[in-house]
């Protein structure tokens, strides 16, 4: 059974940084794409940033050129680098995994449980 392991949310003010990491165990798949998504209080959960096997990144508005998603294929994890950091960026972050089974061709998704990042003063 897959299961993601998500760590590096936390507190943090204006303006600084958080580095979330997620990990995917197993090893009888391959990745297709990984991926951000965050619900804040009230919201619906949106994309963040995700990446695909090949390298093509893809990213909110509100998050180009502050943060930046990259992918550990042999390790199976994706980091989410995340600068400038305002208040809006309060949410709970999710982690989400898109793979495939060795051998076949169809892809199946799964989410991590989430981890909070709050930005304050």
């Known amino acids: 059974q897959v299961q993601l392991v998500e760590s590096g949310g936390g507190l943090v003010q204006p303006g600084g940084s958080l580095r979330l990491s997620c990990t995917a165990s197993?090893?009888?798949?391959?990745?297709?794409?990984m991926g951000w998504y965050r619900q804040g209080p009230e919201n619906q959960r949106e994309l963040v940033a995700s990446?695909?096997?090949?390298?093509?990144?893809n990213y909110a508005d509100s998050v180009k050129g502050r943060f930046t998603i990259s992918m550990d294929n042999a390790k199976n994890t994706v980091v989410l680098q995340m600068n400038s950091l305002e208040p809006e960026d309060t949410a709970v972050y999710y982690c989400?995994?898109?793979?495939?089974?060795?051998?076949?061709?169809?892809?199946?998704?799964?989410w991590g449980q989430g981890t909070q990042v709050t930005v304050s003063s």
């Open positions: 990446i695909r096997s090949g390298g093509s990144t």
């Open positions: 989400k995994l898109d793979l495939k089974p060795r051998g076949q061709n169809w892809s199946s998704a799964h």
């Open positions: 197993g090893s009888m798949f391959s990745i297709v794409r």
